[in-house]
């Protein structure tokens, strides 16, 4: 058998449970993300098994190495512990300061509601944990037969995301190979993070294809697409609810909101933008924190004295208490406001009073960002909501007068075109293209991009999915 070699053990058949294995010899490997298998995705077999036990052998494993911190990359970290995993984590700077928050949160809601119980864990995993900067060498493996290294560059998907750049050399053979995985790509231009990294040459590419088979609006067309729902939503005098996942989207929402309020001055300059989100909150606080890693473009407004994440109009909702206030009191008076609440596929949290206490009324307007999963409630409101349906909130039937608007754009990934920029961007192209993290008709649309791109250069490369 040839070293190295790439084992996966999730995100092959759809996009959760990130989980990948890079062999280098027979006795020394290292792990590239472990991510919790969500929605029909349960476990590695799929939805019926239900299993999150780390079904493969620790033995060798030197290190387990994050791309970034969102639970289907990193979720099944409390798993891989119980199973007997000792080894450093690595990831970088930003990444180590947002993980003990993520891993609380999945501990809580996944495993055991007992909040001393989840401090243990955290106190367990963190001198484990090694947050290191962007485009640092650092040594994984270093004896007579192998040596080999990893480094972090920006994958500009959300705050210290990276790809990992694996660098592997066996001295005694006088050979050596540059394996790269990608993942989590972002689309360009984010208003909050630099863009992905190009890699200068691999030999071998595990690349994710989430939307390898569309393109996304640019996001000129999307702030203007969002600003006009805006505006219509709030003519009708009610409130508008953004459910929103808490890393990542509420912050670029929020940047945006500042950008149209300062834009428009006027009416909008006494508009309450509403984020009732603990989690959200606590993540917003800490990308505040982690201001040099934002995009010069956002470094650039701080100059000036605007505060991206924390502008006049917006006011936090911390205690629950304070959350059923504001719900009856935005459902009983015409005050127009913007709430930006949780989950964003509104299973769960306290997306769900607010649904109850509106979503009848046609003065109010939901606005879903972000992807809304096959059987979730969200789904339901985005697909029978124009046409007049209901939806079922915790047992409980409702009829959708609410005004509905879907907006794309928002996607933190990288797209088909960004997808095979990551590749034809590189000096020295890779011989081999490994394809996970995506639907089949993802993976399939981009394999038939990267392959025309190849006949046009006059190069080429085989392409797999696992």
């Not at 500009?156 to 190979?177: F, M, N, T």
């Not at 003519?235 to 508008?240: E, H, I, K, L, N």
């Not at 797209?415 to 089949?440: C, K, N, S, Y």
Request: glycine content about 8%.
């Amino acid at each position: 058998m040839t070293y190295p070699k790439v084992e996966h053990h999730g995100a092959t058949h759809g996009v959760t449970g990130s989980c990948h294995q890079l062999h280098l010899t027979p006795d020394a490997s290292i792990l590239i993300d472990c991510g919790l298998f969500q929605g029909a995705e349960a476990s590695g077999r799929g939805a019926k098994a239900n299993e999150l036990n780390i079904e493969f052998s620790l033995a060798g494993v030197q290190a387990l190495v994050l791309t970034h911190v969102h639970v289907d990359h990193v979720g099944r970290l409390p798993w891989l512990i119980a199973a007997g995993f000792q080894g450093p984590v690595y990831c970088t700077e930003p990444s180590a300061m947002l993980l003990p928050t993520v891993l609380e949160d999945a501990f809580m809601v996944g495993i055991q509601r007992d909040a001393q119980l989840a401090e243990r864990f955290i106190k367990r995993v963190q001198p484990m944990l090694y947050g290191k900067p962007y485009r640092e060498w650092i040594t994984i493996v270093e004896r007579t037969d192998l040596v080999c290294r990893i480094r972090f560059q920006r994958a500009g998907h959300i705050l210290g995301s990276a790809w990992v750049e694996c660098d592997v050399r066996y001295p005694q053979e006088k050979r050596s190979r540059r394996i790269i995985f990608s993942g989590d790509l972002g689309a360009p231009h984010a208003p909050l993070l630099p863009p992905p990294d190009i890699p200068y040459r691999a030999d071998v590419v595990v690349l994710e294809s989430t939307y390898g088979d569309r393109l996304h609006e640019d996001r000129r067309t999307r702030r203007q697409r969002f600003q006009t729902a805006l505006e219509q939503a709030l003519a009708d005098g009610g409130t508008v609810l953004i459910p929103a996942f808490s890393i990542g989207r509420t912050q670029e929402l929020l940047y945006e909101l500042e950008e149209i309020i300062t834009s428009q001055q006027g009416d909008w300059s006494e508009m309450p933008v509403i984020l009732d989100a603990p989690l959200a909150t606590r993540f917003t606080a800490l990308y505040r924190q982690l201001k040099p890693y934002w995009a010069k473009e956002a470094l650039a407004k701080i100059a000036k004295g605007r505060k991206p994440l924390g502008f006049e109009q917006l006011l936090t909702v911390t205690s629950h208490g304070q959350h059923q206030a504001m719900v009856n009191r935005l459902a009983h008076t015409r005050q127009p406001a913007i709430v930006i609440t949780g989950n964003g596929m509104c299973s769960a949290g306290r997306i769900i009073n607010y649904l109850k206490a509106m979503i009848e009324e046609p003065r109010h307007n939901i606005i879903f960002t972000g992807y809304q999963a096959q059987g979730t409630p969200g789904r339901a409101i985005q697909q029978f909501g124009p046409q007049g349906g209901y939806v079922e909130l915790e047992g409980e039937r409702f009829d959708i007068r609410a005004g509905i608007t879907t907006l794309g754009g928002y996607s933190a990934h990288a797209d088909q075109a960004g997808l095979v920029r990551f590749i034809t961007r590189m000096r020295h192209w890779p011989e081999e293209i490994r394809l996970v993290h995506g639907e089949q008709d993802a993976k399939r649309g981009l394999a038939q991009a990267l392959l025309a791109e190849a006949r046009r250069n006059k190069r080429t490369f085989e392409i797999v999915i696992p």
